[in-house]
C-alpha cells in the first residue's frame, strides 16, 4: 500500500460529460501530482500543487482543472470529455527512498468515456 | 525537453538475464528513475540513478553514463512474476524550488518471462 488514495476505482460516463477525480496523498505529503496513462502515450504529467498552490503543469488540457484543498486533498476535474481522455489517471506524492525524492503513485482511476 | 527511447517490447525466458536499455536527451538532468508497472496498476518504484555506475538491488541492478544519456536495468534470475512493464524516467534539473519535483517518462517496455 503505498498510501496514496484514490478515488473511483472506475469510473465510466459519456461524451461531452464532467467528471472528478480524488486524491489523497500520503499522510504528511504536501506535495500531489497528476499524471495520465494511455495505451498509445505513457504516463504524461498534468499537474503538481505543493501545499495549496500549483507548482508544475504539463500537459494538461484547458478542458482539464485541479486543485488541492487545505487539508492536502486534491481533485482532477475533467470536463467536456472526449473519447480520447479515456485513460488511467494517476495520482503520486513524493518520499525519501534510496536517498531521493520518489514519486509514490495511487492506485489510480480508470476513467472510460463512451 | 526531454526525449527518453526504450525498446517497446522484450521477451526473456524464466531464469535467464535480461538488459532493458533507456537512452535520454534532456536540457537538464537530475537522475533518472526505473519503474516497474504490471498491467492495470500503479508504477512501483525500483531504482534511482544520479552519478554514472552500477547502482545494485538484490536481483535488479540500474547502470547510468550521464555523458553518453544511457542506462539499462538489468533483471537477473528471472521469474514470471517480472512480467511487466518497466518504465525510464528522467527528472529534470530545472524546478521551480521547494517541493517540486516532476519526472518525464519513456513509453515503457513490455517485458514478458516465458518457462
Known amino acids: 500500500d503505498s498510501g496514496v488514495t484514490q478515488t473511483p476505482k472506475h469510473l465510466i460516463t459519456a461524451t461531452g460529460q464532467r467528471v472528478t477525480l480524488r486524491c489523497s496523498p500520503r499522510?504528511?505529503?504536501?506535495?500531489v501530482y497528476w499524471y495520465q496513462q494511455s495505451l498509445d502515450q505513457g504516463l504524461q504529467f498534468l499537474i503538481q500543487y505543493y501545499n495549496g498552490e500549483e507548482r508544475a503543469k504539463g500537459n494538461i488540457l484547458e478542458r482539464f482543472s485541479a486543485q488541492q484543498f487545505p487539508d492536502l486533498h486534491s481533485e482532477l476535474n475533467l470536463s467536456s470529455l472526449e473519447l480520447g481522455d479515456s485513460a488511467l489517471y494517476f495520482c503520486?506524492?513524493?518520499?525519501?527512498?534510496?536517498?531521493?525524492?520518489?514519486?509514490?503513485f495511487g492506485a489510480g482511476s480508470r476513467l472510460t468515456v463512451l | 525537453g526531454q526525449n527518453i527511447d526504450q525498446p517497446t517490447e522484450m521477451t526473456a525466458t524464466e531464469g535467464a538475464i535480461v538488459q532493458i536499455n533507456c537512452t535520454y536527451q534532456t536540457s537538464g538532468f537530475n537522475g533518472l528513475f526505473w519503474y516497474q508497472q504490471h498491467a492495470g496498476e500503479a508504477p512501483t518504484f525500483l531504482s534511482y540513478?544520479?552519478?554514472?555506475g552500477l547502482e545494485e538491488k538484490g536481483r535488479f541492478s540500474s547502470f547510468l553514463s550521464r555523458s553518453k544519456g544511457y542506462s539499462y536495468l538489468l533483471l537477473k534470475e528471472l521469474q514470471m512474476k517480472d512480467s511487466a512493464s518497466y518504465l525510464c524516467a528522467v527528472r529534470d534539473l530545472e524546478y521551480s524550488g521547494a517541493g517540486s519535483y516532476q519526472l518525464t517518462f519513456g513509453k515503457g517496455t513490455k517485458l514478458s518471462v516465458i518457462p
Open positions: 499522510s504528511g505529503d504536501l506535495s
Open positions: 503520486a506524492s513524493s518520499v525519501v527512498r534510496s536517498g531521493a525524492n520518489v514519486l509514490t
Open positions: 540513478n544520479v552519478l554514472d
